[in-house]
């Protein structure tokens, strides 16, 4: 069995799959959103193409946050083919890894740890970026609705949505990229025992 259980062309396909997915819904999103605001009467054209862009962009950030759900669910299927169903301590040695204290593995655990590690390495990132697209793209359809118009009396409480999700994406960044750094420490100084 190979580890990492799958190639980095693999990897890259779903990245590629993720871009795809991105770009053909926002222009497929600016379409509609130009076409059904071209129904409505009236308003400044600058802002209407605006608007459109803003949902635009946001629907392609939700629905390639969509897709790398789907990415990772492969990735996860194929991992849990690998290991054993009954890994107990697979969160306790997720957590050491994460918080940079897997040196206190047990030594007989190690080569599963470090297994489990080249898991986390590809996992993590597309976790990372998964949030990151829900956040934006939910922050971004609060801005295209106080671009447009429609929010209304409510423009306050979508102001205060999109600031809320863009500091959950300020805090929740450094604090996952910091956890990627320790998994690829840990996996670079115990990549001997992937070939064991």
């Known amino acids: 069995m190979s580890w990492p259980p799958f190639t980095p062309a693999e990897v890259r396909s779903r990245v590629r799959g993720v871009a795809v997915t991105f770009v053909t819904a926002s222009v497929l999103g600016f379409a509609a959103a130009a076409w059904v605001m071209s129904l409505t009467d009236g308003g400044d054209t600058g802002r209407r193409w605006g608007a ?8 392609g950030l939700l629905l390639a946050s969509i897709a790398c759900l789907f990415a990772t669910s492969r990735l996860v299927r194929a991992v849990r083919s690998r290991f054993d169903p009954s890994f107990p301590w697979r969160k ?3 957590d050491l890894i994460t918080r940079g204290r ?3 593995i047990a030594d007989d655990k190690r080569e599963l740890a470090a297994r489990y590690a080249a898991v ?3 996992y993590l990132p597309f976790q990372l970026v ?3 697209l829900l956040y934006l793209g939910l922050a971004g359809l609060q801005l295209a609705a ?3 118009g429609s929010a209304g009396d409510n423009a306050p409480l979508r102001a205060g ?3 809320l999700v863009t500091l959950a994406v300020v805090v929740s960044v450094p604090y ?6 320790r998994v690829r420490r840990y996996l670079a100084a115990n990549r001997e025992l992937l070939s064991a």
């Open 102 to 104: 897997g040196d206190s």
């Open 146 to 148: 106080l671009l447009d």
């Open 120 to 122: 986390l390495a590809v």
């Open 161 to 163: 949505i999109a600031v």
């Open 176 to 181: 996952s990229l910091l956890q990627i750094a």
């Open 130 to 132: 998964q949030l990151v």
């Open 92 to 94: 306790d040695v997720s």
């Open 52 to 59: 459109c862009a803003a949902y635009a962009v946001s629907v």
